[in-house]
């Protein structure tokens, strides 16, 4: 084995693998957390849906008595609307049915009946499901709009100097690595900044740009600075903006409902409203996009709620007010568990799948690039660069997601849905090893049964506490869905019969 | 109820086979256009040659046999079209003359001092490049379209409807692969 002194097991990694392999692993990945980001956001949708589905049904009572009114058949309209009150009320007596089932007193039978009905008030979610579904196939497609205009203002980028020959050599790259990759060349934007980084921004590969740091030009040489663009252009190329878009869609269907129940509490969310049907009807262009799903998504946040809280306490006519809102002080309760919900729901359980989720499409992009430009060793050596002297430039802060480097602890726009979850990044460290496996550099990384022991025993350690959570989550999850539904189907029904 | 079984089946059938035509087409359509993108680049670097003889010859005025070389080899580039195997082999020629010029060009102190001589090897350097990957590119392709030709199931389909493999775009000897020796 040892011809000429040398074991031959230090020639590159032993565990090789190839770019094809890793990339199919990575989609198959990307199936994986999708799946699981989708049943998390489908039984979060479920407490949505309690106070969604009789909201729309009331709404469309409300359009039915509109177009009575109007003269469009006006006694089939109203013959309608009656039967959807009915429908709610009937619902309601079924929810309140199993509730006295489960009541103390009563014994086992009384319970056992009661579950068993529990199926046939599961269709009582299905508008506000049917409705969710659409209205994120809706913001998804709202969403192709935003070309992070913002971020693009926010890092004064501008377009490269071709008389600079540092900057000419990165547009002929960008023009490389898009013919490598059968695509249209991005555009390319410069950010006057020495923190060595880049980021792709678009909403897809028709309209894709990069912003380069002139640090990143001073701190890698052709090769590495080649590999990194081949990284933007993977990532564009496979879909990542399409896969950005999804997830950003779940929490702006989240935010709406909420933003329509806030509508008695929050003047902002008469704002948010308004742009977004502006955004959608004549506003045209990425900035009102942008303007609208930030307001939208202030929803699902907390400073919403202190801002409901203020309505109560502050300012002038505060006990006119308190006096007017009162009959909606249910409607109030109703909204804060929602929004807390949705907070504790994001932070302890979507958290992982999604941060996972877009730590695959990194690894992706990483294989990608090895296949574009045959090269895992440059890219390996310019994200050690990075990991090294890059940051996120100043003003880019709120998408730093996009970035090759992004901080690990940054708590401000999608890295604040993470949750506790681990980073939305792989280490650069984690990716500069699986590219070693791909043929870049010796190092391999081994599995080391003491972390696995170390793991186990906090694991043992922590399943108590991790039980009380869920079972406190699930509780507060199940109390919110039982308020949500008898408080909508009430109201709905009672408008409407 | 029964009788509409069948035909379910049948229309997804046809269904399927619609899908699995429509992907060859695709999949050839992405190899002409690969195709076509390294024409558009070489023709970039057809452009360059004249440029990058006329700013070297100066210093260089004794490489008179490497200068007729590289004209020739572009000539006969131009000529051989999108005929691959002919046009591949005359490329190569081209290739291996514009490297020995740029060996030359880093042994001459002259050039070297001159900036425009750097921006130049810039612009030869990234057409290089550009050529190396739609040369990669037009071949993931080809090796996509060829294993779809001779896989189940769209072998079915090539077969039915005569789809013809494409050829790899590669330096078909090894001794092409050498640089040029320049006798001084």
């Known amino acids: 084995m040892s011809a000429n002194g040398m074991a031959l097991d230090s020639f590159g990694p032993l565990d090789r693998v190839s770019f094809h392999d890793e990339q199919a692993r990575r989609r198959r990945g990307t199936w994986r957390m999708a799946l699981g980001c989708l049943l998390i956001a489908a039984a979060m949708g479920i407490v949505t849906a309690a106070i969604a589905g009789p909201a729309v049904i009331l709404i469309a009572g409300g359009l039915l008595h509109l177009a009575a009114w109007a003269g469009i058949e006006p006694a089939y309209c109203l013959q309608t609307a009656t039967a959807l009150g009915h429908w709610a009320g009937s619902k309601m007596d079924l929810l309140s049915g199993i509730i006295d089932g489960l009541d103390d007193k009563v014994g086992w039978p009384s319970y056992w009946a009661a579950l068993r009905r529990t199926p046939e008030l599961l269709t009582a979610f299905v508008p506000g499901l049917i409705a969710s579904g659409l209205l994120w196939i809706g913001f998804r497609r709202l969403l192709r709009r935003d070309r992070a205009e913002d971020l693009i203002a926010a890092l004064n980028a501008r377009p490269p100097n071709l008389r600079d020959p540092e900057e000419r050599q990165l547009s002929n790259i960008v023009e490389e690595v898009a013919i490598a990759a059968g695509l249209p060349a991005p555009r390319l934007l410069l950010v006057d900044q020495t923190a060595a980084n880049a980021a792709a921004v678009g909403s897809s590969h028709k309209d894709a740009t990069l912003l380069v740091t002139r640090g990143l030009l001073d701190t890698l040489n052709r090769e590495e600075t080649l590999a990194i663009v081949a990284h933007l252009v993977a990532s564009v190329g496979n879909g990542d903006f399409a896969v950005m878009r999804s997830l950003l869609a779940v929490f702006q269907v989240k935010g709406f409902f909420l933003t329509l129940l806030d509508l008695p509490f929050r003047r902002s969310a008469w704002v948010a409203l308004y742009r977004l049907i502006a955004a959608v009807l004549w506003r045209r262009g990425s900035h009102p996009v942008e303007a609208a799903a930030h307001d939208i998504e202030r929803a699902i946040s907390p400073d919403s709620s202190e801002e409901i809280n203020r309505t109560f306490s502050e300012g002038r006519f505060a006990t006119l007010r308190n006096v007017l809102l009162f009959p909606l002080i249910l409607l109030m309760l109703v909204v804060v568990m929602q929004k807390l919900i949705i907070q504790i729901w994001t932070l302890f359980f979507l958290g992982w799948p999604l941060a996972a989720l877009w730590r695959t499409r990194r690894y992706l992009a990483d294989s990608t690039a090895v296949q574009l430009t045959r090269n895992p060793d440059s890219l390996r050596s310019a994200l050690l660069k990075l990991a090294d002297s890059g940051a996120v430039p100043t003003g880019g802060e709120s998408r730093d997601y996009l970035f090759v480097h992004a901080a690990a602890h940054n708590q401000s726009g999608f890295a604040a849905k993470r949750g506790i979850a681990d980073s939305i990044q792989p280490s650069l460290h984690a990716r500069a090893s699986r590219l070693a496996a791909q043929g870049g550099g010796t190092r391999r990384r081994r599995f080391n049964p003491r972390h696995a022991i170390g793991y186990a025993v906090l694991g043992l350690i922590l399943s108590p506490l991790i039980g009380i959570l869920v079972f406190l989550v699930g509780m507060l999850t199940l109390g919110t869905i039982v308020l949500s539904l008898a408080l909508g189907l009430t109201v709905a029904s009672a408008i409407l019969t | ?184």
Do not use: C
């Open chain 2, 1 to 184: 109820m029964n009788t509409w079984i069948p035909w379910i089946i049948g229309a997804a059938v046809v269904v399927y086979l619609i899908y699995l035509y429509n992907g060859l087409v695709t999949l050839r359509n992405r190899v002409r256009n690969a195709w076509s993108q390294i024409d558009v680049q070489l023709k970039r670097r057809h452009d360059l040659i004249p440029n990058i003889v006329a700013s070297v010859k100066g210093y260089m005025a004794h490489e008179r046999g490497l200068f007729e070389t590289i004209t020739r080899a572009r000539e006969k580039a131009v000529a051989a079209g999108s005929n691959v195997p002919a046009r591949a082999a005359a490329e190569a020629v081209l290739d291996r003359s514009l490297h020995s010029l740029f060996a030359l060009a880093e042994s001459t102190p002259q050039l070297q001092a001159s900036v425009n001589m750097l921006a130049l090897q810039e612009e030869l350097s990234s057409t290089e490049n550009r050529i190396a990957f739609a040369r990669q590119h037009y071949n993931d392709a080809v090796l996509a379209y060829n294993t779809a030709l001779s896989t189940v199931p769209s072998v079915f389909i090539a077969r039915a409807f005569a789809f013809q493999p494409d050829t790899l775009y590669e330096v078909s000897d090894m001794r092409e692969r050498e640089p040029v020796t320049v006798s001084f």
